[in-house]
């Protein structure tokens, strides 16, 4: 599979000839997304230089789903595969092929099995996963805490992505809403991904490391890429593949889980 992150939870996966967007997100356009969802880095790449199959889209928030992405799909007659409230809205934008899911549903998309997995995000209760399954296998997460659930979801797939969120938002009351780079590391140790990649790291105001003080916002590009660094490196030294992604420089992610490759190996070391 070849994956392209275009920013934040946006990444372009091609696999077994079908392509796929996560999460679209192309704005801020308005004031109030500016002020709610501040972008710390432009789209790497515009909504109309991609050509995408279908849109999945993990829950109806500001900075996974915007107005751009729904005339994306209405331009190329692509597939909107979403959450209940992001199929609803992806219904009344016109987008002609609409599949909500629940955890536990799938569907298919030419070679492709897509199936919902359980998600945990407090702000959005019918916020979901993604586990696709072809040659190779790729999990998405959403927004999501890193909960037992979901785990026992995963535990049966073999996987050899596992593209995680990795800074959230906190609140007084419901505490972390998803996974920072603790939690992100907690999931890929215990379901063990070929390669886990972290996410969610353009809007400024998401923690990555509350106890440290860490958190991503308009100026500390550095102290991100640094940490995040660090992280990796942990990860890495515990026999685990992470990619840290540039924004729009495609990545080739080869072999499976049956059939490691060479450049995996060395990657890891
Ligand atoms: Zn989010």
Known sequence: MRLTLIGHMAVRIEMDGVTLLTDPWF???TWLERRLAPRTLPPALPSTALAVDALLVSHDHLDHLDEEALALARRLGCVVIGSQKAAR?????????????RAGEETTLGPLTVRAVSADHPLA???VGFVIIGRQSLYFSGDTRCTPA???DLAPVALDVALVQAACAHYPFL???GMSLAEAAALARAVR?????PLHLHCAGKWLD???GIRIQMDNLDQVQTTLANWAAALRAEGL?????????????????KTPTYSQHENRH
């Open 89 to 101: 809205r992806a219904c009344r934008a016109g987008v002609r092929t609409v599949i909500p899911l």
């Open 125 to 127: 209760a019918d916020a």
């Open 210 to 212: 509350r106890a440290a």
């Open 150 to 152: 979901l785990r026992a």
């Open 175 to 177: 505490g972390d809403d």
């Open 193 to 197: 991904p070929r390669w886990t990649v």
């Open 27 to 29: 704005g801020p356009h």
């Open 241 to 257: 593949g992470v990619w840290l992604p540039e924004p729009g420089q495609p990545w080739e992610m080869e072999g499976n889980t």
